[in-house]
């Protein structure tokens, strides 16, 4: 009897998650800019058109891999006893950590629509700030304030490519700013994680304020 599985092809079936799986992996290899269907489709051991089986085009693969990447959180409401507060703390730094988790994924989920899998779990936390007192509105704006917050400090963080060096001419600009080096001097880095920790209690100190006004 012929052995059917003699020369078989090791390589998974390929499927919207198998293609997605691989570009995350090629996007942690050669960033977002070199990323092309081509260069994923040789890595995946096909033909271009292959691909556009699964994904009409570029756009639906990025707008996957961004869900993929952002549905890897914890999107469940406050836990028992935890108040609104803490609860979007937690959320907020576990939403930075998704995103440094992955290259350029900051840009990624920036350039890309949240989708339908993403906005149904934001609407499990629009619920739960409604719930404490926001208004539907309030709500809404203050989680896409966090998520901008979020994007934007992450996106800085990983377009820094300085490393622990600073930058060329940090000793020169310090010099002749005094203001600006002394809050360096107290502060340090103003991309660390204190200071994103800082920015947070800005946000969620506002966000007590519209709620409760004194």
Do not use: C
């Not at 300085?162 to 080096?181: K, R």
């Amino acid at each position: 009897m012929t052995d059917r599985t003699a020369g078989a092809d090791p390589r998974p079936a390929l499927t919207r998650q198998t293609v997605v799986r691989a570009a995350l992996v090629l996007l942690e290899e050669v960033g977002l800019d070199a990323l092309s269907t081509r260069r994923l489709a040789a890595e995946l051991g096909v033909k271009s058109p292959a691909l556009y089986w699964h994904f009409r085009s570029k756009r639906e693969l990025l707008e996957e891999m961004s869900a993929t990447i952002q549905l890897a959180q914890d999107f469940s409401g406050p836990r028992e006893g935890e108040a609104w507060r803490d609860w979007l703390a937690r959320r907020t730094i576990e939403h930075r950590r998704v995103l440094l988790a992955h290259r350029d994924g900051a840009r990624l989920v920036t350039a890309t629509g949240p989708g339908p899998e993403v906005i149904a779990k934001v609407e499990g936390e629009l619920a739960a700030l409604v719930e404490v007192g926001f208004s539907p509105a309030a709500a809404l704006r203050s989680v896409m304030a966090l998520g901008h917050y979020v994007t934007g400090f992450v996106l800085a963080e990983q377009a820094d490519d300085h490393g622990d060096s600073p930058p060329p001419g940090a000793a020169e600009l310090l010099q002749t700013n005094p203001t600006f080096a002394a809050a360096i001097a107290e502060g340090g880095d103003p991309q660390s994680e204190a200071a994103f920790l800082h920015g947070l209690r800005l946000l969620l100190d506002g966000m007590k304020a519209r709620l409760e006004p004194s």
